[in-house]
């Protein structure tokens, strides 16, 4: 009997490797806080695998025009604050009349801004308004020109899973976007719209530039021993996760989150070592 020979299969792989190239063909995205970071790293995954348009929206002209520069012709770029409603409105309309639809919404803008307990009102209402409440009023806005198929990703964070002191607005608005991530699922299911959430943990960007002086060694060495992978993440292994959420390899996901952390979050504050090792510890000599 005939079988499927050599050559069959390596005109499978072929065909498959074409596919993770162009796993995203056809489809138009959306990517806030993308001028910087890891937005401009998804934004840039997303063009990578096949995306016919992405839509790279942010503050910073200049910045964004850099991006989208680097991604080239499907890359266009939408100079917004996305606490303002109007400034939305415009986007999606201007990307609807353009594209005829948005297939992908990556919710990424966000501010640190934290003083924990010492956390104005006022400090309350701009990070929950820029991390929480924009990408909920955002999402709402793109869903009803969203086709079957469609995706939302919202970046989240190890820092909404866990406490910490001298934070708490941050984590809070990360800790809600785990959780509208659920509601939304459930909500946009019956559209054929999927919903996830991507919590990253230190991964390598502005940010960590700042408290590192620049280096990402030190950053890999302090990261180190937090994550158990033993360094920081890297942008694109962030946007390689978002590709996937949003792809339709994902199709059977939604209302979850996806921990890209370098298995952060399944370790204790005991650091993986048991009680006698950290009992060992304190009969060795310190230096
Ligand atoms: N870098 C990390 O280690 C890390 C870890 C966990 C989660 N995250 C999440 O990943 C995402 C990207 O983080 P990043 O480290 O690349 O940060 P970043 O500061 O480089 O990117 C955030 C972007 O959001 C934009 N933004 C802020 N307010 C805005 C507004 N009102 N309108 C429009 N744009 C606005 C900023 O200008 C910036 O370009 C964030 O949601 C962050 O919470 C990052």
């Given amino acids: 009997m005939a079988r499927a020979d050599s050559t069959d ?14 796993k995203l063909a056809g489809k138009v995205a959306l990517v806030t806080g993308a001028t910087s970071g890891l937005g401009s790293d998804i934004a840039k995954e997303l063009a990578a695998a096949g995306a016919d348009a992405v839509f790279v929206a942010g503050r910073d002209r200049a910045a964004g025009q850099v ?3 680097a991604i080239g012709p499907s890359a266009f770029l939408m100079v917004l604050d996305i606490t303002d409603d109007d400034a939305l409105d415009r986007c999606v309309e201007h990307i609807v009349a353009q594209s005829g639809r948005i ?4 919710n990424c803008a966000a501010i640190y801004e934290d003083a924990g307990l010492a956390s104005t009102r006022a400090q309350w209402h701009s990070t929950l308004n820029v991390n929480l409440v924009s990408a909920a009023v955002l999402t709402c806005k793109v869903a009803p020109h969203m086709p079957p198929g469609g995706a939302v ?10 406490g910490a002191a ?9 800790a809600a976007l ?6 939304f699922a459930v909500e946009l299911a019956p559209a054929g719209i999927r919903v996830v959430s991507v919590s990253p943990a230190w991964t390598w960007s502005p940010m960590l530039a700042k408290v590192s002086g620049g280096s990402i060694d030190v950053a890999d060495r302090v990261g180190g021993a937090l994550h158990p992978l033993g360094r920081v993440g890297r942008g694109e292994e962030i946007a390689k996760a978002v590709v996937f959420a949003v792809s339709p390899d994902a199709s059977w996901i939604t209302g979850t989150d996806l921990a890209v952390d370098g298995g952060f979050a399944c370790l204790g504050p005991d650091q993986g070592m048991s009680a006698s090792r950290w009992f060992d510890k304190l009969s060795q000599p310190s230096t």
């Fill in 67 to 69: 991006i989208v520069d």
């Fill in 178 to 183: 785990l959780q509208i991530t659920k509601n």
């Fill in 166 to 174: 001298g934070r708490a607005v941050y984590p809070a608005s990360k």
């Fill in 153 to 162: 990703v919202n970046l989240s964070s190890i820092g909404g899973k866990f």
């Fill in 103 to 106: 297939d992908i919404l990556i």
């Fill in 9 to 22: 299969s390596s005109n499978s792989v072929g065909a498959c490797m074409t596919d993770m190239v162009n």
